[in-house]
């Protein structure tokens, strides 16, 4: 058995995606000679070859525009944006072009592409480096939105996301690269994980945490230092924002009669208030108190000595569990 950071994993999937299928191939900003930013796609240019890990110039627009005709050509291509605050040059290829591929050519085309994008803060960068702005994919027609918290979900979901006929915006977060282990066999095989399906991480009866993403590990903290105060917390990870996986979430809510709601990105328009907007609409009368948000702020996000403001942590996610116990 060996010990699998969420990096290394992602790699797996990838080195099995190129793999298994010739029309796969990775395209971004130094995913070839230098292997990524992060190192995820360490080894694939000398395994796989230049044609297929392609080293592009620095232009978001150009990658994703490359990406969609290659895709629509019938190739795979899973495109690799440094970071969710480089992605926004590309964000009208992505709204006005990949997004809308399958619907404006009436079925004729699809775009079978990938957005792998490292998001989140933590990691002491500043402003573009560390944004979580997956709501505003969310607001995108025609694009699946799939964020993954441990090593063989990253895997998993990467294989389901590649072989998936339509757009998907794949989200890693950052700070789970090399912090999130997980044990499998040495000569572990990465399997398709499907979209729409949460988890439950962890069962109780007092509240619903529901997450997904680097906050998932603070949310487990803090479920396990709740138990000191005679609650016992059940965590919910989404996995992925479209599609979303309600009837784990509306269940889960309906049996505890509680929940808090745990996001990075900002709290305005958020993911968070979306869920409790869903909720509410389904499960209103089984709740016994108000929904509780926790997130980041409006605002951009701050320099490494404030983070530990503006990233939620167990601190934040108790008081607000305390509120909706009382």
Not at 89 to 111: I, K, L
Not at 281 to 287: A, G, H, I, T, V
Request: glycine share 10%; charged share 20%; aromatic share 6%.
């Amino acid at each position: 058995m060996i010990q699998l950071n969420l990096a290394q994993a992602l790699n797996r999937g990838l080195r099995h995606a190129l793999a298994t299928d010739p029309t796969v191939l990775v395209m971004g900003e130094d995913v070839g000679a230098a292997g990524g930013v992060f190192r995820i796609t360490d080894g694939l240019l000398a395994e796989f070859g230049s044609e297929r890990v392609i080293d592009t110039p620095v232009s978001e627009s150009g990658i994703v525009g490359a990406g969609l005709g290659m895709a629509i050509a019938g190739l795979r291509p899973v495109i690799e944006l440094q970071f969710l605050g480089f992605a926004y040059p590309a964000y009208d290829q992505v709204v006005s072009q990949v997004g809308r591929m399958r619907n404006r050519s009436r079925h004729r085309f699809s775009a079978p592409l990938v957005l792998r994008i490292p998001y989140g803060a933590g990691i002491g960068a500043a402003e573009h480096h560390s944004e979580s702005t997956e709501a505003l994919f969310m607001h995108t027609p025609g694009v699946k939105v799939v964020i993954p918290s441990t090593p063989t979900d990253g895997a998993g979901l990467l294989l389901s996301a590649i072989a998936d006929p339509d757009p998907v915006v794949f989200l890693e977060p950052i700070r789970s690269y090399r912090a999130v282990r997980e044990e499998v066999d040495d000569d572990w095989v990465p399997e398709a994980v499907p979209f729409g399906i949460a988890l439950r991480r962890r069962m109780g009866t007092d509240v619903t945490l529901v997450t997904y993403g680097a906050m998932l590990p603070e949310v487990l903290t803090t479920a396990e230092l709740l138990t000191n105060e005679g609650v016992a917390a059940e965590v919910i990870d989404l996995r992925s924002l479209v599609p979303l996986d309600l009837d784990t979430v509306f269940a889960s809510v309906e049996k505890t009669g509680r929940a808090v709601i745990v996001t990075e990105g900002h709290r305005s328009c958020g993911v968070g208030a979306e869920l409790i907007a869903l909720i509410q609409e389904r499960s209103l009368y089984s709740l016994q108190a108000p929904i509780q948000r926790v997130s980041g702020w409006d605002t951009v996000v701050p320099l490494r000595r404030s983070e530990g403001y503006y990233v939620p942590g167990p601190e934040r996610i108790v008081a607000a569990v305390r509120r909706v116990l009382g």
